[in-house]
């Protein structure tokens, strides 16, 4: 049966578009398919061939088109970003009445692409399908991997000639701060509100009749994105390309390129080779988020007030909320993390400070609490170069734990994340041929709380001295 696909993007946002096919391939190839997400979604699996996840040979129900958008890069604004090399195909609505997009990402060149060839290669679309699928086992919002294709030609990158490639996602819908400022600076305020609307009836459709909707959505947008990016905080996550046009308004993670989850503690850590200034490190996450919120409100700014002080004033005060929020979501994050059932914002606070400049691995601390508080602190005071903070603050800890916390620790605590040496180093062999090691990692996290014997390997941080490996944008 071909699939069934909506088009209400293509109905409701006309100039925020351009309809667009897919590029014709040599030998378009499934080399993954995500069946239990495809089922998910009520979608035909047979359906899903080679010909349709990489656009080649699209299905007469698709009505693919290119998005356009704007923003921030590192700062610097773009007027006129867009899917270079990408094509949504329409959505589809699941038994819940939830409403998907299904998009394509490597699938030619478009008429954003600007400088760009349109093409995506292997690594890293398989990178975006470990890493997405990995956070979505982990319980944080974010677009999902339908398929990872290859096109049966090769593409030139730094490192000469690789596989080229095309990633199937799925995601709550495409919508990002850069699409609202794309509108904004055009000064097309009709436009706009016409965006705004359509937002708000796909992902707050309660505030849909609400006079005061504008700004209600950017409180509930501020405060997905709080959520989010905590989160990311409680995981040592290191999205590393945190522009406007990489932040959605549905609050999900999106355009995994360059990121990677950190190993030993420390706020500075940056993997990506673009980012020389750190200002996507991962202590920096928090404020570049309300630093693109605050993109957001100032583009909305004409809904918000026909007063533009007044205006101003009222989207002022949707940041100061984000920014109470993200700190509670914070605390909530790491007190569930510890097993309490409430944060202690000084021993949550204390603990950050306990592990600075002590090399101590992010992932493997939580692991070898429950044991601590059981009364071996062994493998935790293993995990520091310098312990002799940690006493004092266990002590702290005890003292708010009682007999299930341990059980609490090691249910809310991932085994295995994607640690980038691994995943760097499953790459390599997915290049050269070998999915062996890709498929063996992605068992791992797909199942991030559930140890398996003999995977000790897959829950160990990059042997010590090895040096950092630096994450290429998913160009
Ligand atoms: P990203 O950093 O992947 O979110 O991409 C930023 C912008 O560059 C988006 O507008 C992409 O569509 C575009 N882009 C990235 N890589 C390419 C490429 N190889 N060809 C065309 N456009 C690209
Ligand atoms: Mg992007």
Redesign the pocket.
């Given at each position: 049966m071909p699939l069934t696909l909506d088009h209400s993007y293509a109905r409701d946002l006309k100039g925020l578009y351009v309809p667009w096919q897919g590029q014709d391939w040599p030998d378009p190839q499934i080399v993954l398919r995500n069946d239990a997400l495809a089922r998910r979604l009520g979608l035909d699996v047979a359906a899903l061939d080679a010909g349709l996840l990489t656009g080649h040979a699209l299905p007469a129900t698709a009505r693919p088109l290119a998005m356009a958008?704007a923003?921030h890069?590192f700062g610097g604004f773009s007027p006129q970003?867009?899917?270079?090399?990408?094509i949504l195909l329409g959505e589809v609505v699941d038994s819940d009445g939830a409403r998907w997009d299904i998009h394509l990402k490597g699938s030619g060149?478009?008429p954003?692409?600007?400088?760009?060839?349109?093409?995506?290669v292997l690594g890293p679309v398989l990178r975006e399908y470990l890493i997405s699928e990995a956070m979505a086992a982990l319980g944080v919002p974010t677009t999902r991997a339908l398929a990872a294709c290859t096109t049966g030609d090769r593409v030139l990158r730094q490192n000469g000639l690789e596989p080229g490639a095309v990633l199937a996602r799925v995601a709550a819908s495409h919508l990002r701060v850069g699409t609202f400022q794309f509108f904004a600076t055009r000064g097309e305020g009709d436009k706009l509100r016409q965006l705004a609307d359509y937002a708000i009836a796909r992902h707050d459709p309660d505030l849909s009749d609400t006079p005061d909707r504008y700004i209600q959505f950017l409180h509930r947008v501020a405060a997905r994105q709080a959520q989010t990016v905590a989160q990311w905080m409680g995981l040592g996550f290191v999205h590393g390309?945190m522009?406007t046009?990489?932040t959605t308004i549905s609050g999900e993670t999106i355009?995994y390129?360059p990121c990677a989850f950190m190993d030993r503690y420390d706020p500075a850590t940056v993997f990506s080779s673009i980012d020389h200034q750190g200002r996507y490190a991962y202590g920096n996450q928090p404020a570049i988020i309300f630093w693109n919120l605050a993109r957001l409100c100032e583009s909305l700014l004409p809904l918000i007030d026909a007063d533009e002080d007044r205006a101003i004033a009222r989207a002022s005060d949707v940041i100061a909320q984000a920014q109470e929020e993200y700190r509670a979501a914070w605390l909530g994050v790491f007190a569930r993390k510890l097993g309490l059932a409430a944060p202690d914002a000084a021993l949550i606070d204390d603990m950050h400070q306990l592990w600075t400049g002590q090399g101590v691995d992010f992932t493997s601390f939580f692991r070898a609490l429950p044991d601590a508080l059981r009364g071996n602190a062994g493998s935790l005071r293993a995990l520091f170069d310098d312990d002799r903070g940690l006493d004092a603050w266990l002590a702290s800890y005890q003292a708010l734990s009682d007999a299930d916390t341990p059980d609490r620790v090691a249910a809310a605590n991932p085994v295995y994340i994607p640690r980038n040496h691994l995943v760097d180093a499953s790459l390599n062999a997915a290049n050269a041929g070998d999915m062996a090691p890709f498929l063996a990692l992605l068992a791992r996290v797909q199942a991030p709380f559930t140890p398996v014997a003999g995977a000790d390997d897959y829950a160990q941080p990059a042997p010590r001295g090895t040096p950092e490996l630096v994450t290429y944008?998913?160009?």
């Open positions: 958008y923003g890069q970003l867009g899917d270079g090399r990408a060149r478009t954003f692409a600007r400088g760009g060839d349109g093409r995506a390309v522009n046009d990489n355009d390129g944008c998913g160009t």
